[in-house]
């Protein structure tokens, strides 16, 4: 009789084993491809850049290879170069962001950036709404500083510390 009750407990272990193992597996798979499709979203924005200037898109090169080496944080370019007509268009949606003229993306020489971290099973994420206090305890600002780059996070009227730019 001992032995009916433990091959169900036996099977209920191996059975809650394999989930485990799938669930762990497809957590691994995801966190590659997502990475995977992080560089080459970087590498597209990067490459958009030299086609303005190689040496400002060797720059911000150069600084998202150090912030990912020195911080412990990944970089996410979500943008890069912008057409006049992006930027018109963000100028539409927000009356506070730069006009056609005055931005330094449809120049070539801004990137915005959001950077996470896995930490467990959860991902860290600092993006746009994230407080300057929290980029600044990653020590990407001091980074850019070294890299001669204006971060947004500076600016006295607008919160903006996804932004990095060459002045």
Known sequence: MASKKRKPLIRHLIN????????????VCYTI?????????????????????????ARFEHFVNDVENESGWKVKIISGLRSRNEQ????????????????????GRAVDINLYKRVGLTTLLLKKSSSKASWRRTGVPGIALRYKLLWGGTYRNYHD???????
Not at 16 to 27: E, K, N, P, Q, R
């Open 33 to 57: 491809v997502y990475d995977l499709r992080v560089r080459i979203i970087n590498r597209s924005e990067l490459n958009d850049l030299a086609g303005m200037n190689p040496d400002y898109a």
């Open 88 to 107: 018109i268009q963000l100028k539409r949606d927000n009356p506070r962001n730069a006009p056609v003229n005055k931005s330094r993306h449809v120049m």
């Open 161 to 167: 510390p996804v932004h990095f730019e060459i002045n």
């Open 16 to 27: 809650t084993l394999i989930v485990l193992i799938i669930i762990t597996v497809g957590y």
